[in-house]
């Protein structure tokens, strides 16, 4: 017995065939699921320029159209209703001659040598062709071209009544006329007048094709005026995605950026080019935090490792360097500890999540004075003048103060003057009488890392000034450092958002450690 046949009957299907057909659905599913998507991510995009040619070209040739048809219906009805008036006229003319006298066929024919006969009345204004019928109809001067006679005209020229008419269109040869038919009256004939009207729609035919011929023209003189348009306008837009392009392809942030003129375009190319420095400064200063985080971090590990290599000869220390080999180590993996702390805070920098509220600067000063009175046991003060309330993150502020008092307490370990804290509409200041600040260090204070030649044997990373530099900055203000008369110095910084201070002046002060 055979086995199964395929579709054809061509022979056994085998396996082959099988995955064949398997293969083939898998990949018609694989299409149908994400082909289309993938194709339609890998079709080369419109062009904004073609799109604006394209949309001000369709907009020309919309209004051109209708403009031409409405502008040529117009002048048609026009010529129209005015050729047709004439003839009117004519015909009216015409029945007033033969109702007002008796007139004969003879009367009408072209062998007047005077040319003042009623013919000539009709002939004389416009281009009509006439036709004299005798009685019964008959023929008695053809026009030229001859006009057709039929029943209705032959009952005319019989008729007793004078100044009835009929009219009719007809086609003689290759033109179009408008023909009219009045009786003489008595029986006498009639006289027919015609107007060829074909001139006139060949006019309007060639008015038509000089239409379209002109909207033609007008369309593709908008394309083109369209197209330089586009190029004008897109020009800088596609000059600015290229630099982006170049920028996402390279990571490279020192790119150009061309900016001309002063409209939409102009501002986007400024607004890309600032962020772009922005970035690069932000990423310089990334990469100067992170070499200088590695130097400032090698000091406290190699430390470090020094003291783990004593701990292996621990058991043969005396006492007393015992104690003392783990006190150093409690210290630098405090210091350590500190040090990872304040890199977190700087790098977190303007990114502090807190919400932005209304943030009185009087009671930050209070809170953070508190804190520094338990922590550090020095008798802190605090004085207030219009204090204001700015719009800005509490915690970051607080920690800004924190900082400069832990500074002050540091640098004026041994005084027993009070620290104080000045707080003047929107400017916190910190006032100590330590030792103070050289011109030289006067404007390096703040930057990352930085210690005077002083304070290189005091504790501490050098970060926690610059931590206020950036909430100062983050909150649109500045930090400042001055020299304090008397000796001693005063660092501070200004919130750039202030809503408004208060109404007088206050003063609130601490007199003791942890107060």
Not at 26 to 42: D, E, I, Q, V
Request: no cysteine.
């Amino acid at each position: 017995m055979s086995g199964p046949r395929d579709r054809t009957g061509t022979g056994p299907r085998t396996r082959p065939d099988r995955r064949l057909r398997a293969r083939l659905r898998s990949r018609l599913r694989s299409w149908r699921s994400g082909g289309s998507a993938a194709w339609l991510r890998t079709r080369k995009p419109a062009s904004l320029r073609t799109a604006f040619a394209v949309a001000f070209a369709a907009g020309a040739a919309a209004v051109t159209l209708l403009v031409g048809f409405l502008s040529y219906d117009a002048a048609a009805r026009l010529v129209r209703v005015d050729e047709k008036s004439v003839f009117s006229q004519v015909v009216r003319d015409l029945r007033s001659q033969v109702q007002e006298k008796q007139f004969v066929p003879a009367d009408y024919t072209s062998a007047d040598p005077d040319h003042d006969g009623p013919r000539d009345d009709l002939t004389r204004p416009t281009r009509t062709e006439v036709q004299i019928l005798g009685a019964g109809g008959r023929i008695v001067e053809p026009g030229r071209p001859a006009l057709p006679v039929g029943a209705a005209e032959r009952r005319i020229a019989t008729g007793a009544q004078a100044g009835r008419d009929t009219e009719r269109e007809a086609d003689i040869g290759d033109e179009e006329y408008h023909v009219a038919t009045v009786a003489l009256g008595g029986g006498r004939g009639a006289v027919q007048v015609a107007q060829k009207f074909s001139e006139t729609e060949d006019l309007l035919s060639a008015l038509q094709q000089r239409t379209a011929l002109l909207a033609a023209a007008v369309i593709a003189l908008s394309g083109a005026g369209g197209w330089w348009l586009a190029r004008r306008i897109t020009g800088r837009l596609v000059r600015l995605t290229s630099v982006a392009e170049k920028v996402a392809e390279h990571g490279r942030l020192d790119v150009p950026v061309p900016v001309a003129g002063r409209d939409e375009v102009a501002r986007l190319g400024r607004a890309f080019d600032d962020m772009l420095g922005r970035l690069a400064s932000a990423v310089q200063d990334q990469q100067r935090l992170v070499q200088d985080a590695g130097h400032e971090l090698r000091t406290p590990l190699t430390s470090l490792r020094t003291n783990i290599s004593l701990l292996k000869r621990f058991d043969e220390l005396p006492p007393d360097a015992r104690d003392e080999l783990l006190a150093d180590l409690a210290g630098e993996a405090r210091e350590l500890s500190d040090l990872v702390n304040e890199l977190v805070d700087l790098a977190a920098g303007q990114r502090d999540d807190d919400p932005l509220s209304d943030v009185s600067l009087a009671d930050v000063a209070e809170k953070a004075a508190a804190s520094a009175r338990r922590r550090t046991g020095r008798e802190i003060t605090v004085r207030t003048i219009r204090p204001a309330v700015v719009e800005g993150r509490s915690a970051a502020l607080h920690r800004a103060l924190t900082n400069l008092l832990e500074n002050a307490a540091k640098f004026d370990a041994g005084g027993t003057e009070p620290i104080e804290v000045l707080v003047t509409g929107a400017r916190i200041e910190v006032l100590d009488r330590g030792p103070g600040i050289t011109d030289a260090d006067l404007t390096r204070v703040f930057d990352r890392f930085y210690r005077a030649a002083t304070a290189r044997g005091l504790p501490g990373s050098g970060l926690g000034l610059a931590i206020v530099r950036e909430i100062a900055t983050a909150h649109g203000g500045h930090a400042f450092a001055t020299r304090r008369p008397g000796g001693g110095a005063t660092l501070g910084f200004t919130v750039g958002r202030g809503k408004g201070g208060g109404t007088g002046a206050g003063s609130a002060t601490g007199t003791g450690p942890g107060a």
